[in-house]
T-cell receptor
Framework: GQNIDQPTEMTATEGAIVQINCTYQ??????LFWYQQHAGEAPTFLSY????GLEEKGRFSSFLSRSKGYSYLLLKELQMKDSASYLC???????????FGGGTRVLVKP | EAGVVQSPRYKIIEKKQPVAFWCNPI?????LYWYLQNLGQGPELLIR????????DSQLPKDRFSAERLKGVDSTLKIQPAELGDSAVYLC???????????FGPGTRLTVL
């Protein structure tokens, strides 16, 4: 099976930086996705990592270490609209099956 | 380009009643997924289609749940009869092939009374 762990909730201040960690255990690893989900809305794609290292995309960056089974999503220059749940999902090679963590709810305060 | 479309957005029914959800994927996406999402949790895969073929339905409770994708485009997920524990958000997603990013629809929020 797959175990995916991420913190339940984080709070940060507008303009600050927050790092959301995700650890996983899986066989047949085929990449790790991060999605953002605002309350009552669809998860929206943020990033995909399949090789070790850092992928930067504007204010959001995602890091992967396959040997450690570890990823993080870094949100910089936080804005109020970044208040949402952030879902870590691991893809298995067979069939693009995504297994999601429980999500990390980020609350950005003024 | 239109995203994944789902309807209805909300549905309230009494237990033991049937219910159906509809999904129209992004144009050209041949792989379609149905997920269930409980409050405060991540989505869990119910079934995956490649074109009209259900290639992974291992997590679908087949005694009461059924799905179809007759022409390899739109899909319908049905529950009959619904139980209280089925209250959740049902998400549809699609991807271009089975190794690419999945894009989600807004979901149908089901409440079973």
């Amino acid at each position: 099976g797959q175990n995916i762990d991420q913190p339940t909730e984080m709070t940060a201040t507008e303009g600050a930086i927050v790092q959301i960690n995700c650890t996983y255990q899986t066989s047949g690893f085929n990449g790790l996705f991060w999605y953002q989900q605002h309350a009552g809305e669809a998860p929206t794609f943020l990033s995909y990592n399949v090789l070790d290292g850092l992928e930067e995309k504007g204010r959001f960056s995602s890091f992967l270490s396959r040997s450690k089974g570890y990823s993080y999503l870094l949100l910089k220059e936080l804005q109020m609209k970044d208040s949402a749940s952030y879902l870590c999902a691991v893809s298995k090679a067979a069939g693009n099956k995504l297994t999601f963590g429980g999500g990390t709810r980020v609350l950005v305060k003024p | 380009e239109a995203g994944v479309v789902q309807s209805p957005r909300y549905k309230i029914i009494e237990k033991k009643q049937p219910v159906a959800f509809w999904c129209n994927p992004i144009s050209g996406h041949n792989t379609l997924y149905w997920y269930l999402q409980n409050l405060g949790q991540g989505p869990e895969l119910l079934i995956r289609y490649e074109n009209e073929e259900a290639v992974d339905d291992s997590q679908l409770p087949k005694d009461r749940f059924s799905a179809e994708r007759l022409k390899g485009v739109d899909s319908t997920l049905k529950i009959q009869p619904a139980e209280l524990g089925d209250s959740a958000v049902y998400l549809c997603a699609s991807s271009l092939g089975r190794v690419n990013t999945q894009y989600f629809g807004p979901g149908t929020r089901l409440t079973v009374l």
